[in-house]
């Protein structure tokens, strides 16, 4: 009842010797934590404000922010080759430039195989081929495709934790495995096991959207849409299924032309997924869709943004240069401001490329 009084603001009786509150003598340092203890200790709390901060509250502070950076499976730092240090997507593209992708290369299968009929409908009236010597860079995005997450590669470490940081507003690394993702929108406590379809480019995809300057608001605007009370869904796995809609637009060579444009892939990849993710929070925000919605949702944005993707990225160009001029964003004036509600753990999120081609099924979640 004494560390509930000092949190309600009643003022707790002083040891006369260094002016700690003897309601915190003998509290174990999660205990402090758990409660908030700390910060009633070291800033202004409804009214009350310590006179002097003793070399124990300093001590309490310095375990507390160790607690927060410890992983609770294993008692252990987090993994990082540089701990703390966020990660850039160009750094990250260069660790798999580098690494021997060879065995994850072999499973690719660049373009779709058509035949008869549709195979002579696409060479007369399809996309143009993708030039030749774009072609290395593609079977390099399909190839990170097909690579999953490794928690012993320090890279990989890094880029889950940068993800986190950026969405969260976190200072402090996290476990790579606990509850804390299912906030992000996984569906369980490990990262990996939703990776299936768009392997290690889905993380590469979140990472690009929240280190670009240009694309991080709009990141945290769909975040903040995803937590919204009502039109709430699991951001991380619709994200990636937006990056499974991209993986086949550029094996069906929707995104030729534009590549062979601008003579790079990896970026038009990259503008492409944030334009369709863009696109999908417009649909999202504008129509009142719920998690009930999804499974129509994507299947016609993916039929929008293999249609028309030129129009996708003039929309995303569109978007980022109000953005930078201050103005409204295409989610809406409107903010999410209901109460974030929690991941719901029965939530089974089914993708788009999970179904069969041609299925009737109008939802995808169970």
């Not at 701990?83 to 798999?96: R, V, Y």
């Not at 200072?171 to 990996?192: K, S, V």
């Not at 009370?229 to 991380?236: E, M, S, T």
């Not at 944030?274 to 949702?297: C, E, M, N, P």
Request: hydrophobic share 40%.
């Amino acid at each position: 009842h004494e560390v509930e009084s000092v949190c309600a603001g009643c003022s707790p009786p002083y040891d006369a010797d260094n002016s700690a509150p003897l309601a915190f003598r003998g509290l174990p340092i999660s205990e402090l934590k758990n409660h908030s203890i700390l910060r009633a200790l070291t800033a202004e709390a409804d009214g009350w404000e310590p006179g002097v901060v003793s070399a124990e509250v300093l001590r309490a502070q310095e375990e507390w922010e160790a607690v927060d950076n410890i992983q609770p499976e294993t008692g252990s730092q987090a993994s990082s080759d540089q701990p703390g240090q966020l990660i850039s997507f160009s750094e990250a593209l260069q660790h798999f430039q580098t690494v021997d992708l060879s065995s994850f290369k072999k499973r690719i299968q660049p373009t779709i195989r058509r035949t008869g009929l549709a195979a002579l409908r696409h060479c007369l009236f399809g996309p143009p081929k993708l030039h030749q010597g774009l072609r290395e860079e593609r079977d390099l995005v399909l190839t990170i495709a097909q690579c999953g997450l490794d928690s012993q590669d320090p890279v990989h470490g890094r880029v889950l934790q940068t993800i986190y940081k950026k969405l969260t507003g976190s200072r402090f690394d996290c476990a790579l495995h606990g509850d804390h993702w299912e906030d992000l929108g996984f569906q369980g406590a490990n990262p990996a096991t939703d990776l299936r379809g768009a392997g290690f480019l889905a993380l590469l995809h979140l990472l690009y959207l929240v280190m670009d300057s240009k694309t991080l608001l709009m990141a945290q605007e769909i975040f903040r849409l995803s937590r919204h009370h009502i039109q709430q869904f699991p951001f991380c796995l619709m994200s990636i299924n937006i990056t499974r809609i991209a993986i086949q637009a550029l094996r069906e060579e929707c995104l030729s032309r534009e590549c062979n444009r601008q003579q790079k892939v990896i970026p038009v990849v990259n503008s492409f997924y944030a334009a369709t993710f863009l696109r999908l929070a417009h649909i999202w925000r504008t129509q009142q869709k719920t998690i009930s919605d999804s499974g129509f949702v994507l299947k016609d944005l993916e039929v929008l943004a293999k249609k028309s993707p030129r129009r996708l990225l003039k929309t995303l160009e569109i978007y980022l240069t109000r953005v930078s001029k201050g103005q409204a964003s295409l989610l809406g004036a409107q903010k999410c401001s209901g109460p974030q509600a929690p991941h719901s753990k029965d939530l089974t999120f089914t993708g788009v490329c999970d179904l069969l081609p041609h299925s009737s099924e109008g939802t995808w979640l169970i």
